[in-house]
């Protein structure tokens, strides 16, 4: 039998066109943008459909038009017979992802989880001025090694672990120095690649702590509800569904490590689950899939195609 989890994409998967073809062929898509729109005050729709780039590469949009095409493939998806609570056994999202997941599983209604987004995102940018932060993909250092690496890197500044992504692939997060320093000693140490990202700020590094702040009191005055499955978070790598719990993590995720590859592990290991479903933007963590649990069935559900063949063959 099937276990599934659904699992919600993170910053990066962006890009001009995202939901349109969602919109274009369910009104379940168009309610939701329109809702997520009118909670922002913003058109955020025609920048995801239209552009342009740069400003929807802007966390502070980024970050609620990912959740926004999430939640119409989740709503679509229900549309079709095929709802969460029935066809989930653990919901998991990537950072920001993780409140996507949440108000997947009822945890925020959607108006409340787009405001959060957005002021999470202008919380992040505004944390560390334009050009002291950094960060970098590091591919084909293990873990441990790794942090060795940011360590010695830091001196007395910030480098993090960031995200940990899948075996081999790591993100560092720090000052700008810091980071570079790190780059260097990881090509000294057999890095098959070490590259900067072309990011605005130093994501889950302690540098984010005046971002974390704002969310403690922004997630403070919002209602939750415990989630219809539970939630394996990125700090923990582990399900909860308590909701204080999920406000203290979401917090402590602004600076933490997004442990990815734990997370997947454990959903397949200690939850049994033996499909992970990607709903939203992209296909990055069905990829990230593949890597970490090559022998667990990996799928991306972004599209009307994806959507119509999966609700098919679920005989929903």
Same mark, same amino acid.
């Given at each position: 039998m099937t276990r %599934?989890?659904?699992t919600f994409p993170g910053q990066g998967s962006q890009a001009v066109g995202m939901g349109k073809d969602l919109a274009d062929t369910y009104q379940e898509a %168009?309610?939701?943008?329109?809702?997520?729109?009118?909670? /922002?005050?913003?058109?955020l729709s025609a920048l995801m459909f239209e552009g342009p780039d740069e400003t929807l590469r802007l966390t502070e949009?980024?970050?609620p038009a990912l959740l926004a095409v999430s939640i119409a493939v989740v709503r679509v998806l229900a549309s079709r017979g095929v709802r969460l609570a029935d066809h989930a056994a653990f919901v998991a999202g990537h950072s920001l992802g993780e409140y996507s997941a949440l108000c997947a599983a009822g945890t925020f209604s959607l108006s409340?989880?787009? %405001? $959060? /987004?957005k002021t999470r995102g202008l919380a992040m940018q505004e944390a560390v001025p334009v050009g002291e932060g950094a960060m970098a993909a590091i591919l084909g250092v293990e873990f441990d090694t790794l942090v060795d690496i940011a360590g010695a890197?830091? $001196?007395?500044?910030?480098c993090d672990i960031a995200n940990d992504n899948a075996p081999g692939q790591i993100v560092i997060s720090g000052n700008k120095a810091a980071?570079? %320093?790190a780059i260097d000693l990881a090509k000294a140490r057999g890095a098959k690649r070490a590259l900067p990202l072309p990011v605005s700020a130093p994501f889950h590094s302690h540098l984010m702590a005046p971002a974390a702040e704002v969310m403690h009191e922004a997630l403070a005055a919002v209602s939750m509800h415990a989630?219809?499955?539970? /939630?394996?978070?990125?700090? /923990?790598a582990r399900p909860i569904s308590d909701p204080d719990e999920i406000r203290k993590r979401l917090v402590e995720q602004v600076t933490g490590m997004v442990r990815w590859t734990e997370s997947v592990r454990w959903l397949v290991t200690e939850g049994e689950v033996t499909e992970l479903a990607e709903l939203g933007v992209g296909k990055v963590l069905t990829g990230l899939a593949k890597r970490i649990t090559p022998d667990t069935g990996? $799928?991306? $559900?972004?599209?009307?195609a994806d959507i119509e063949a999966y609700a098919a063959a679920l005989g929903a």
């Open positions: %599934r989890a659904f %168009r309610n939701v943008f329109a809702e997520v729109d009118e909670a /922002l005050g913003q058109n949009n980024a970050q409340d989880a787009a %405001r $959060l /987004l890197a830091a $001196l007395d500044q910030v980071v570079e %320093r989630p219809v499955v539970p /939630l394996v978070a990125n700090v /923990l990996a $799928l991306a $559900l972004g599209t009307p």
